[in-house]
């Protein structure tokens, strides 16, 4: 399959209704089709007075990464947008403006199945529009502690080989390498859910944070077991989310990647560090359409339709 050409965005208004992960309080959301060349964008209502602000889905607009994507400050943000933004990308929708009542998206399932099923259900429409790739032209890395992350040149699509070391046998060493599509994406990653220690929870309780996390959203691992009942979804469920979350994070790109990323001991940091790190220098990348690429390149193009709690 070829490279999509033109612009997306969903067919009809979606709504749902879910908890915040860390705030434990009801939030609603509804996602609303819109214009081409307006990108993905947050609409963060009930703000103090009766404000709102509209924050953009890009990685400028990111205030904070400690346990999951937090867009906009302290005058109005909107925390653990990483399943849904990773949803809208492998669906490969660029238009989009996602409507909350609250500082936090749902974390529904811990996974961004939900997120998925609900735009699928709603369907895609497509514009005249071309669609503009962000392109990597040569190789930018990060280190951070014992982790780094790459992004390589890579026309066929986004390519992600992201790698997981933790000290438990309930973990250990992970590797999943992927290449997105929106079919892949819900055979292998749309399931995996976010994940986290036990002996972690109270710390975040007295912190504030994790207040509805539970074993209906949250992968619980014990000293020496899974604690949820019915096990993982996937053997490597645990890699498996830490990919989708780097699908959300590197999909604040502002489009589409044409790249081959890589990372080992990451997280949403390190995510959104190594794109800071590609827009530093214009001759890291360039703005290109689909038809650029396949009159540069006689290898055949590749389909493009294409967390949150502690995890370390």
């Keep these: 399959m070829m490279l999509n050409s033109k612009q997306t965005t ?11 992960v860390h705030g434990g309080k009801p939030v609603a959301i509804s996602l609303h089709p819109a214009n081409a060349d307006t990108g993905i964008a947050f609409l963060r209502t009930g703000l103090e007075g009766g404000r709102s602000r509209r924050l953009r889905a890009e990685w400028s607009g990111v205030g904070a990464t400690e346990l999951c994507t937090v867009l906009g400050d302290e005058a109005g943000s909107v925390s653990t947008i990483e399943h849904l933004m990773a949803a809208l990308y492998a669906l490969g929708i660029d238009n989009a403006l996602v409507e909350i009542d609250g500082p936090e998206v749902p974390i529904m399932d811990g996974s961004s199945e939900p997120f998925l099923d609900a735009i699928e259900k709603a369907g895609i429409v497509r514009f005249n529009a071309p669609r503009r790739y962000v392109r990597v032209l040569r190789p930018v890395r990060i280190e951070q502690g014992r982790g780094w992350a790459e992004l390589l040149p890579y026309d066929r699509g986004f390519r992600l080989e992201v790698e997981i070391d933790f000290p438990t046998p309930l973990i250990g ?64 469920e645990f890699v498996r989310h ?7 994070d590197l999909s604040l790109a502002g489009g589409p990647l ?16 190594i794109l800071a790190e590609l827009f530093s220098d214009p001759a890291n990348y360039e703005i290109v359409d689909p038809s650029r690429i396949m009159s540069s390149d006689s290898a055949p193009a590749s389909a493009m339709a294409l967390a949150c709690v502690a995890e370390a």
Aim: proline share 2%.
């Design 10 to 20: 969903i067919r009809s208004r979606v709504d749902m209704t879910g908890l915040g």
């Design 173 to 236: 060493r992970q590797k999943k390498v992927f290449e997105l599509d929106a079919r892949g994406f819900r055979r292998e990653l749309a399931r995996a859910r976010t994940f986290g220690f036990m002996k972690d929870v109270e710390h975040l309780w007295k912190n504030g944070f994790a207040l509805g996390a539970s074993l209906d959203n949250t992968v619980a691992l014990g000293d020496d077991r899974i604690l949820n009942p019915e096990g993982l979804r996937y053997p490597d």
């Design 258 to 273: 044409l790249a081959h990323y890589r990372s080992y001991c990451g997280g949403h940091r390190m995510n959104v560090s």
């Design 242 to 248: 830490k990919t989708l979350d780097a699908v959300g």
